[in-house]
């Protein structure tokens, strides 16, 4: 992937990915513990994979792209990647959505009576929006460039973020870990049972 | 008599930090002097969550509730806040 092309002053924006990079090396050991390696971290882009370690056998869910062109005169982009060829996944073939609960809702069904108590369902929305199955999703969030260049998304301007940090490294990873990786508690399985002959329950002279 | 307080290391966006608090104090007053001393602006303290563990604490709980051990680090992070949607 082509990252976009720099406006900013290339040294200002190379001294703030290296602040990145560098803390993230910082405390590596610890992001290790919790499934994170840095990959990959050549101005500007930033590879850093995540791994769930609450499954057995542990299993390596998704790699994240950070560009930080431009940064942090604008924010970084954020793509979620195949881990091994670094190409940025497909909304339908995402190992992960980053659910997010938004609280308990009351259940609709058309045609009922008014009034009839239904039960109430938890909700979820996912972080990671696309417009179709095989566009290459964004993560939806404050800090992230393809959320602030989102027309939707105009009235919430990365400056009213930029001074938090929400642009950050280890901010985001520590958002793609809480609704992503951590909460992956083990693996679905689908077997498929195919008849392969009978059983014999005799076998007459 | 034991000492009231406790150092603990907190990382803010990824960048390391020890805060002094007392341990007699709910947890969230350490967000204030954490994001302080780290220089860190524009978030007010509700907008913050700290993770220890991988769990998200409870931040009016007293400190010495969760009985942190010497040496632990404390992740401040800035919460997803809106998002989600088109």
Request: proline content about 9%; aromatic content about 8%; hydrophobic content about 40%.
């Amino acid at each position: 992937m082509a990252a976009s092309s720099q406006v900013a002053d290339p040294e200002v924006s190379r001294r703030k990915f290296n602040r990145e990079v560098a803390t993230f090396r910082r405390l590596a050991a610890t992001y290790r513990n919790r499934g994170w390696f840095l990959a990959e971290a050549t101005f500007p882009e930033v590879i850093v994979v995540m791994a769930g370690r609450n499954i057995k056998p542990p299993a390596l869910i998704t790699g994240v792209r950070f560009d930080y062109t431009d940064y942090d005169f604008r924010p970084p982009s954020v793509r979620l990647v195949d881990p091994f060829s670094g190409e940025p996944y497909a909304f339908k073939d995402l190992p992960t959505r980053l659910p997010r609960s938004t609280g308990l809702a009351n259940l609709r069904v058309e045609g009922l009576p008014a009034g009839l108590e239904l039960p109430k369902i938890m909700g979820q929305q996912p972080l990671m929006q696309a417009y179709g199955d095989g566009d290459v999703p964004f993560l939806c969030l404050a800090g992230v460039r393809e959320y602030h260049d989102h027309p939707g998304h105009s009235g919430d301007a990365w400056e009213l973020h930029r001074g938090s940090g929400a642009g950050r490294l280890v901010r985001l990873l520590e958002v793609i870990d809480k609704y992503g990786t951590s909460p992956i508690g083990g693996y679905n399985l689908q077997l498929e049972a195919r008849i392969i002959g009978y059983t014999q329950q005799s076998v007459p002279e | 008599m034991p000492d009231p307080h406790i150092d603990l290391a907190i990382v803010v966006n990824g960048q390391p930090t020890t805060v002094r608090a007392n341990l007699e104090a709910p947890l969230r007053t350490v967000i204030e002097k954490a994001l302080a001393q780290t220089k860190t602006t524009g978030q007010p303290p509700e907008n913050w969550e700290l993770n220890y563990g991988g769990n998200i604490l409870d931040l009016s709980a007293k400190i010495e509730t969760f009985g942190f051990p010497p040496g632990a680090t404390l992740f401040l992070n800035l919460k997803a806040g809106i998002g989600g949607s088109l």
